[in-house]
């Protein structure tokens, strides 16, 4: 994955995203705004994501006034993407989308930091079925604010 653009067409405005892969494993990228034609406003905050075993374990958010950083852990069973074609191509676009932090595994503890001082800690627990995969993803109750993911499989 090179960039996306995502297009808001109730206003006529789009973000475009431009990844550029280090030759360290890491990952930059820059936000642009514009218009739907055009995005080349660079915002001031980029971003670095650090990948282990196809899976994003740090994303850094650096900006002029602040820098915050989440790190994510992961569990040892199946995701449920894991043999999705293409899902590990388009990771960094959808780590946060529908709960789809991992490609391989599954997201089991998201920490945030402000500054370099913790901010907070989401811990997740599991329900799996028979082959591994998880049926629900729950916040534990140190968590805060409730959290609950349900996955269904179907043949």
């Known amino acids: ?23 360290n494993g890491t990952v930059d990228a820059l936000n642009y ?3 739907l034609e055009s995005q080349t406003t660079l915002s001031t905050v980029s971003e670095k994501y650090f990948i282990e075993n196809n899976d994003i374990v740090r994303i850094e958010f650096t900006g002029s006034m602040s820098q915050t950083a989440m790190d994510f852990e992961y569990d040892a069973a199946n ?18 989308s529908d709960g789809r932090y991992g490609i391989t595994k599954n997201l089991k503890k998201v920490t945030t ?43």
């Open 1 to 23: 994955l090179e960039q996306v653009v995502k297009l808001k067409l109730q206003n006529s405005t789009a973000t475009k995203m431009v990844f550029t892969y280090n030759s």
């Open 33 to 35: 705004t514009g218009t």
């Open 79 to 96: 995701n449920p993407m894991r043999n999705v074609t293409g899902m590990d191509k388009i990771k960094l676009h959808t780590y946060d």
């Open 113 to 155: 930091y402000f500054a370099t001082v913790q901010s907070s800690q989401v811990d997740f627990e599991f329900v799996y079925d028979e082959n591994n995969y998880p049926l629900t993803r729950y916040s534990s109750e140190t968590s805060p604010g409730p959290f609950s993911y349900n996955f269904e499989y179907y043949k």
